[in-house]
């Protein structure tokens, strides 16, 4: 079974630009949870979507966004990027409770 | 919001040598989850424990979950290069109605086993 993909792997964006990170999650796993992984912070969760609906939600500004498919596919956006966002934006997608799969991640650098 | 911390930060061994590395919270976790990074790369699952007092093996890994939930330890014995790597704990928040679960990481212990 094919795992979880992550398109781009590699992201260079300028600051006020914004971008949108593709998931595709494991066949058969409705769940697509999308993660941040800094040195200094490490992963922090972003959001959670379920069956096209968010149901869970990190402390994050309201410039990160996700949504959901039909086919669980997962997008999420960044708008009015700062050098900050730069970072590992990891998506995991989960059949049930205590087991998330990760795909490879986006590096997105900011400049 | 709960916090894991993880002990060590760093830990550098030669290849042979065992290894205990600690996850601690103040908070209880539903479940906690133990996973593998390499750079460039996402995190791999090696371990759910949900159990309190819970132990798992994987072949050189042991896994204990504490009996109160609130704190895991991985034990690596006979660590081989290949061991090398990020390790991580994350434990889950008690789920939402519908299901969600939020993990919350710890920062990790980079793991560098030396032939």
């Known amino acids: 079974k094919a795992g979880v993909t992550q398109t781009p792997r590699y992201l260079i964006k300028t600051r006020g630009q914004q971008v949108t990170l593709s998931c595709s999650p494991i066949?058969?796993?409705?769940?697509v949870s999308w993660y941040q992984q800094t040195p200094g912070q490490g992963l922090q969760f972003l959001f959670e979507?379920?069956?096209?609906?968010?149901?869970n939600k990190g402390n994050f500004p309201g410039r990160f966004s996700g949504r959901q498919f039909s086919n669980s596919r997962s997008e999420m956006n960044v708008s009015t990027l700062e050098l900050g966002d730069s970072a590992l934006y990891l998506c995991?997608?989960?059949?049930?409770?205590?087991?998330?799969?990760f795909g490879p991640g986006t590096r997105l650098t900011v400049t | 919001t709960q916090l894991l911390e993880q002990s060590p930060q760093f830990l550098s061994i030669q290849e042979g040598e065992n290894l205990t590395v600690y996850c601690n919270s103040s908070?209880?976790?539903?479940?906690l989850q133990w996973y593998r990074q390499e750079p460039g790369e996402g995190p791999v699952l090696l371990v759910t424990?949900?159990?309190?007092?819970e132990v798992k093996k994987l072949k050189r890994l042991t896994f204990q979950f504490g009996d109160a939930r609130k704190d895991s330890s991985l034990h690596i014995t006979a660590a081989q290069p290949g061991d090398t790597g990020l390790y991580l704990c994350?434990?889950?928040?008690?789920?939402?109605?519908?299901?969600?679960?939020?993990?919350?990481f710890g920062k990790g212990t980079k793991l560098t086993v030396n032939p």
């Open positions: 995991a997608s989960s059949l049930r409770a205590g087991e998330q799969y």
């Open positions: 066949s058969g796993h409705r769940s």
């Open positions: 979507y379920f069956s096209e609906t968010q149901r």
């Open positions: 908070s209880v976790f539903s479940s």
């Open positions: 424990v949900v159990t309190g007092g």
């Open positions: 994350a434990g889950a928040e008690n789920p939402l109605q519908g299901g969600s679960e939020k993990l919350v």
